[in-house]
């Protein structure tokens, strides 16, 4: 076991099959050592979690552990890039998360932060990312949040 799967282990986490897209794009792509993936949403064990606006039928709390939903799928896209090996990420290079919030919504960070928390957790000081954290009118099937990363790799 490697120490990013054990320390995943520590954090009661087990990451799932990545999700296998639904339109014409893959779920992860490589170039050169860097990995981009498809935005994630809140798909845990084939059904679509935290559903609704946020600020609306959803809270920011609720958000922000639908982000790091988001973010455990992004680690199964970029588990699957390294062939099964987290131990290969070298650093979480970017975030962009995407709020499906009502017009008044200002806490678009702390949503994301539930996104960016969990890659320090998992990678330490590299997890640490630029990021953005953005509103968006309505996501795919009215999930709260999307996420998508950019990582570098060995």
Known sequence: MGKIDARLA??????????????NYVGWVKTGNL???????TLA???????????????????????????????????EACGGDLDRVVRIVKLVGFVNAVPEFKDHPKVINGASDLMVQV???????????????????????EVEAIAEIA
């Open 10 to 23: 520590e954090l009661g986490i087990t990451l799932p099959t990545p999700a296998v897209p639904v339109a």
């Open 35 to 41: 990995v981009f993936t498809a935005g994630q949403v």
């Open 45 to 79: 064990d084939g059904k679509f979690h935290y559903l609704g606006k946020v600020g609306g039928e959803i809270s920011a709390d609720d958000a922000n552990a639908a982000a790091r939903l988001c973010a455990i799928n992004i680690l199964s896209q970029i588990r």
């Open 123 to 145: 990678f330490g000081d590299k997890g640490k990312h630029a990021r953005s954290a953005v509103g968006s009118g309505s996501l795919p099937l009215n999930v709260a949040v």
